[in-house]
């Protein structure tokens, strides 16, 4: 199940913004603690934002802008979903089904709110706001997309499809949390021992053990094997040694990776995010991303049906083509 979007006056959601902002940034803001005396960061939180990971050139390097540059360099709301229906699945030509339009598109109505201005990319370091790639960092990462632990080309069986095409994980990054065009929500649930983090889509979750170390498996775990503890008001995360699958299909996760997240209560209603991503053989340097995470509603079910149902079309159609090119002259 996809959210339904409203499309509010962009104006009006910055103007909230910039005043919520203001409270957000007290002082003296006292982040409550569970029962059990660790932060309490419990919780729906809503993470959808338009700011994009990598800076666009478009704001001269600049990281923060005010309310009227924000309002001259982007897009509005309504004009970007128009583009996105005009460019992607419900775009016409002849190879095209159809897809989601723009009645179920919800990114976000302006860029992230941080610290009363507005951030023009969620990577704040490097200060360029660019994933800092090795000299071969790109050309390594596109060879480990490119290998599945089966050796199977893309509609040779089901394990050669993408694994959101399989409903086993989200198309969207959930790990790192990174705004998509919809059912971008997360549930955060704190135990004395463990922690977990629940994204809406496609139910991708992951059970933090607090104050314990990585174990040694015999298996990669789906979303990598993820340890705790909390440092002063910050409930810390790392988690590495992702499954292989996840890694050759995900944009930003590698075979040596080491993810950092902290979850900060700033506010009642508002979490500050970040991460860093670790990989020596990948970027020049460790890099980091933050953006905030308000308050949201209950989360809905994400129906998409784990195996999914259009699978068996997908290959028979394969199988198809195959008996139709042997056929041919």
Request: hydrophobic share 40%; glycine share 8%; net charge negative.
């Amino acid at each position: 199940m996809n959210r339904v979007p409203r499309i509010i006056p962009i104006a009006g959601v910055l103007l909230a913004a910039v005043s919520i902002g203001t409270v957000f940034a007290a002082e003296d803001y006292v982040p409550p603690r569970t029962t059990f005396d660790v932060p309490d960061v419990q919780g729906v939180w809503n993470y959808k934002t338009r700011t994009s990971l990598e800076r666009p050139a478009t704001y001269d390097g600049a990281l923060e802008v005010d309310e009227a540059t924000m309002l001259e360099k982007m897009t509005s709301t309504p004009d970007f979903i128009a583009f996105l229906e005009a460019t992607g699945a419900e775009a016409p030509g002849p190879k095209n089904v159809g897809g989601y339009n723009g009645f179920w598109i919800s990114p976000g109505d302006a860029l992230a709110s941080m610290n009363g201005k507005f951030r023009t990319s969620i990577i704040v370091e490097p200060v360029d706001g660019q994933i800092p790639w090795r000299e071969e960092g790109q050309a390594i990462r596109k060879a480990q997309q490119g290998e599945l632990p089966m050796g199977l080309a893309e509609s040779d069986g089901p394990e050669g499809r993408t694994l959101s095409d399989r409903c086993l994980m989200s198309f969207a990054s959930t790990a790192p949390y990174l705004s998509s065009l919809y059912n971008n929500h997360m549930q955060i649930v704190q135990s004395p021992t463990h922690v977990m983090l629940l994204a809406e889509m496609v139910h991708n979750v992951r059970v933090v053990r607090i104050d314990q170390d990585f174990r040694d498996l015999p298996y990669a775990q789906w979303m990598g094997d993820s340890i705790g503890y909390y440092e002063g008001d910050d409930l810390v995360v790392k988690t590495r040694n992702f499954n292989p699958w996840q890694v050759s299909k995900e944009r930003l996760l590698s075979s040596d990776i080491t993810l950092t997240e902290r979850f900060t209560r700033v506010a009642e209603d508002k979490l500050h995010y970040s991460f860093t991503i670790d990989d020596a053989e990948l970027y020049s340097e460790p890099w980091t991303g933050e953006l905030p995470m308000y308050t949201g509603e209950n989360l809905y079910e994400y129906a998409c049906h784990e195996g999914n149902y259009a699978l068996p079309a997908i290959l028979a159609g394969a199988r198809r083509e195959e008996m139709d090119a042997a056929a041919a002259p």
